[in-house]
């Protein structure tokens, strides 16, 4: 069995973790690029918990320019087995209001900047992504909101932007009448990264807003944004301290494969592998690249 370490991702508002026991700053360097901040690493209860501030302390990146890859490669470094995301989001459903946690488990990919794979050129894989969120990982969120009594729904679909415009009205309505229900920046391409990382993940979507759907809502500012996000941070806190510290001292294999997501993705045969690429997974795909094979 594998040791169980929470890694939590902090998105808007979320730039600490009050809580953590123990706390030390970590530093770890990554071939793919600058993560966002040093990790700050400790104990909640008997857990290891691994904390990293998305757009990094005072909010230094815009989710265009967050070095995903680098991110979530540091995560895998530092042996966290769940990684829980935490975003702000605006909401396509009236009953989803500003201050509501939506659970999601389904993505939609808008972006077109990031860098999405740690493949490629060299080392072809393709990992399966249909069911992106762990659902044990999913479950234990979910029982510890409805123990602090969060309000929060469990399932979802978010649509990801590029950004870091809000989006325009046409887009908004669009979203909306394609059955979405809450939109982010942020969530892509962590979540694909994190599945090639074989990292389990689930994403926290804390409403901030409605987006610019809403008739009787002003459209979406940073104002009103951060301020709901302020507000949530505290109980954002309390959501992710009730989860350590009833969180298993053994990662829980994934019921959706994600501890091994890369067996047999690898396409690239051994003789055509870039070794230089080979050394950057080191980290990500260790587990495979050191089979007979590879």
């Known amino acids: 069995m594998t040791k169980a370490v929470l890694g939590i991702i902090g998105g808007s508002g979320v730039y600490d973790l009050p809580g953590i026991e123990d706390v030390q700053e970590w530093r770890i ?13 400790g104990r909640i ?23 995903y890859r ?15 995301s935490v975003s702000a989001c605006g909401s396509f ?42 659902p044990l990982l999913q479950q234990r969120i979910a029982r510890a909101a409805a123990a602090e009594e969060v309000p929060h729904a ?5 649509v990801c932007i590029e950004g870091p ?3 325009t009205y046409a887009e908004s309505v669009t979203y909306k009448e394609l059955g979405y229900d809450v939109i982010g920046m942020t969530a892509m391409p962590e979540a694909k990264l994190a599945r090639e990382a074989e990292i389990t993940y689930a994403t926290i979507a804390m409403v901030t807003d409605y987006d610019c759907w809403h008739p009787e809502h002003d459209s979406v500012d940073v104002a009103s944004v951060v301020a709901v996000a302020k507000r949530n941070a505290a109980r954002v806190a309390n959501l992710i301290a009730r989860i350590a510290r009833d969180f298993p001292a053994e990662h829980e294999p994934c019921p959706v494969g994600s ?26 795909a260790g587990r495979v690249l050191k089979s007979p094979g590879i």
């Open 259 to 284: 501890d091994r997501a890369l067996d047999g993705a690898i396409m690239t045969a051994p003789s055509a592998c870039d070794p230089e690429l080979l050394k950057k997974l080191d980290a990500v």
């Open 165 to 167: 415009q809000f989006s």
């Open 70 to 84: 680098a991110n979530i490669d540091i995560m895998k470094r530092a042996g966290v087995t769940d990684l829980i």
């Open 154 to 158: 469990v399932g979802g679909t978010l």
């Open 93 to 134: 459903r009236q009953e989803y209001y500003p201050g509501f946690f939506v659970l999601v488990d389904q993505y939609v990919d808008r972006t077109y900047r990031r860098e999405a794979s740690f493949f490629g050129r060299g080392c072809v894989a393709h990992v399966p992504m249909a069911h992106p969120v762990g």
């Open 29 to 41: 360097g990554s071939p793919w690029g600058e993560p966002s901040e040093v990790l700050r690493k």
């Open 45 to 67: 209860g008997g857990t290891d918990v691994i904390f990293l501030p998305r757009h990094g302390r005072g909010h230094r990146l815009s989710p265009s320019d967050i070095d």
